[in-house]
């Protein structure tokens, strides 16, 4: 643990700069640092770990190399709007008020991704649907044209049945502005793949962080119907197994 100079001034770029020498290695591809929070031998478990080591070996070899920072408190810069990556969120001791709090940012510096997680005030569960998010994200922008055009496929044949729902906001509402403007989704638009890429990224959110935890999926008029959820994580369960000695589905749990 370090502790923070004149953190009100420190923006994530910078502090990753300034400690880039002190990342802790934990693999080939992640490495840590922590700044003015305690956490103990559990703690690392639980955050660092646990989370990494569940991570499919399909899914760790397209990342780049990640450096991930756990800090107290994020604020969103002045002016700063959601998607917009110009300005850095700060690094901050104290909490910040509530419309310029952040939980989680990223910043790229040449081949290598640096995501800040913010830990004061939120659950651990949280913390890891956001951990498993961002690493979603990722995987979104270099998963392969087989697995694109797999999924592609899944979500054709789910819109011409009219399967309704899905399994996080972001893709409902990209889905609801596609079925609006898009009647036949076997056309490649641009409309579709933003939609097929964010249905991906939502349901790998949901398939790795089931693999590390277990986690109850949320019913309700949005959710996507239990059983072509299913055909979704058996299909990412094919694409990127998890590492030996975990499961995802409970046929699998009474094999190990």
Known sequence: MVALPDP???????????????MIPLSNTFSYFCASIPLSEEDLKEYLEEPIASLPPAISSLLPKVSILLVPYLERAD???????RKEDFVCTEKPPENRLSWVTQVRFDNEEVLAFALK???????????????????GDLWSDEAQSRYASL???????????????ESWHMKQALLRRQTNV??????????????????????????CCDIDVETGPRQ??????????SLLHELFPPPEGYAVFPEHQTRN
Do not use: C, M, P
């Open 8 to 22: 009100s001034k420190l923006s994530v770029g910078q502090l990753a700069e300034r400690f880039r020498s002190e």
């Open 121 to 139: 005030d939120q659950d651990v569960s949280e913390y890891h649907y956001r951990f498993y998010h961002v690493l979603a994200r990722l995987a």
């Open 155 to 169: 979500l054709r044949e789910e819109v011409n049945n009219g399967v309704h729902g899905e399994v996080d906001e």
């Open 224 to 233: 996507l119907q239990s059983r072509y959820l299913r055909k979704r994580l």
């Open 79 to 85: 002016g700063k709007e959601k998607g917009d990556v």
């Open 186 to 211: 076997r056309k490649e638009t641009k409309a579709f793949r933003d939609y097929a890429r964010q249905s991906f990224i939502d349901t790998l959110t949901l398939y790795l962080h089931g693999i």
